[in-house]
């Protein structure tokens, strides 16, 4: 492990552990809980994986409020992506393949560490795209879905081309990477001001979670920090069309969003209110809606994951390749 990456915050509790995958270069994971392969007296329970949103000061720090009260009943894990917290951060192309090849990386190792054990998973924001395309990937190796404010349901989402294309404009990504442009650039997004600003406007009001502020304003100030969310900026990281893969999900899905703040268009929702296998909660929150209401958010997640089935084998399979355009 590199001196850069233990000089960031270590933001969870519990063991952190590096993997190395291929594709994904190096994982970092938080792992803590009852039934944890350091626990003795398994729960019996499916291990979590819970992953954080995409922005310039992303990391697993966004997803403590879930990851602390869950990990007192059930195995919880948290992933930093590429290119984010205590993963690799280095000078290469962050694609939504990559994102995605991540978090099948981290389910693997994490269903090795519990004999085979499918894996129960959570997204936060633009990964549920990620997490979409990964759970049609390998329907054994993720057991249900939960995305908390996802993208791709706004009126002017996408929809244009298939799941597998992205929305990349190349012009923008080469002005960015100009070093006099892009990385001023970015020091003017991720400064403590902008960072406020942000966050105001996720939670819809002008109070926000001060610890929250504090973290993200230290990963976004670590060498390479700039370098994922050039590719967010650039449009690359967003499907060009990810409502076929949210419609071709086979395993039980829980939806969940806020009604205040920037981040709350779901018009484009109907498609999939009808499916059997989805169920939508709204809450009066911003779009981190377990950050204001976390016990009420965690009983409604615990109650969806202790009464889902692995997958629903009543609807047909498909691909949803077959119904892009």
């Known amino acids: 492990m590199s001196t850069e990456s233990e000089s960031l915050p270590v933001v969870l509790s519990g063991e952190r552990f590096i993997i190395e995958d291929d594709i994904a270069g190096k994982i970092s994971i938080y792992a803590d809980g009852t039934g944890s392969p350091q626990e003795s007296g398994p729960t019996g329970k499916h291990p979590v994986?819970?992953?954080?949103?995409?922005?310039?000061?992303?990391?697993?720090?966004?997803?403590?409020?879930?990851?602390?009260?869950?990990?007192?009943?059930r195995p919880s894990y948290a992933m930093d992506l590429p290119g984010f917290g205590h993963s690799e951060r280095s000078d290469r192309d962050y694609l939504q393949p990559l994102m995605v090849e991540s978090i099948l990386a981290?389910?693997?190792?994490?269903?090795?560490?519990?004999?085979?054990?499918?894996?129960?998973?959570?997204?936060?924001?633009?990964?549920?795209?990620?997490?979409?395309?990964?759970?049609?990937?390998?329907?054994?190796?993720?057991?249900?879905?939960?995305?908390?404010?996802?993208?791709?349901?706004?009126?002017?989402?996408?929809?244009?081309?298939?799941?597998?294309?992205?929305?990349?404009?190349?012009?923008?990504l080469k002005f960015l990477k100009r070093p006099k442009i892009?990385?001023?650039l970015f020091r003017l997004l991720s400064s403590a001001p902008s960072i406020r600003f942000f966050l105001r406007k996720t939670w819809g009001r002008k109070e926000i979670d001060e610890g929250m502020f504090e973290t993200s304003c230290a990963m976004a100030r670590h060498p390479g920090a700039h370098r994922a969310p050039f590719y967010f900026l650039s449009g690359y990281l967003f499907s060009a069309n990810i409502a076929p893969a949210y419609q071709a999900i086979q395993q039980q899905v829980w939806m969940s969003h806020g009604t205040r703040g920037?981040?709350?268009?779901?018009?484009?929702?109907?498609?999939?209110?009808?499916?059997?296998?989805?169920?939508?909660?709204?809450?009066e929150a911003g779009a981190l809606p377990y950050f204001e209401i976390c016990r009420r958010f965690v009983d409604d997640y615990r109650a969806f994951l202790d009464t889902q089935v692995a997958k629903d084998t009543s609807a047909p399979e498909q691909h949803y390749a077959s119904q892009a355009g």
């Open 106 to 172: 981290a389910a693997r190792k994490i269903s090795e560490r519990h004999g085979g054990s499918a894996v129960d998973t959570l997204a936060v924001s633009l990964s549920c795209e990620f997490l979409a395309k990964a759970a049609i990937r390998d329907s054994d190796l993720i057991r249900s879905v939960a995305l908390v404010s996802p993208t791709g349901f706004a009126r002017n989402a996408s929809r244009k081309g298939s799941p597998e294309d992205d929305c990349g404009r190349p012009g923008v």
């Open 49 to 73: 994986l819970l992953i954080h949103s995409i922005n310039a000061s992303a990391s697993a720090h966004e997803i403590k409020p879930i990851f602390d009260p869950l990990k007192q009943d």
């Open 262 to 283: 920037d981040f709350t268009d779901y018009s484009r929702r109907q498609a999939i209110e009808g499916r059997a296998n989805w169920r939508i909660s709204e809450y």
């Open 182 to 184: 892009g990385r001023n």
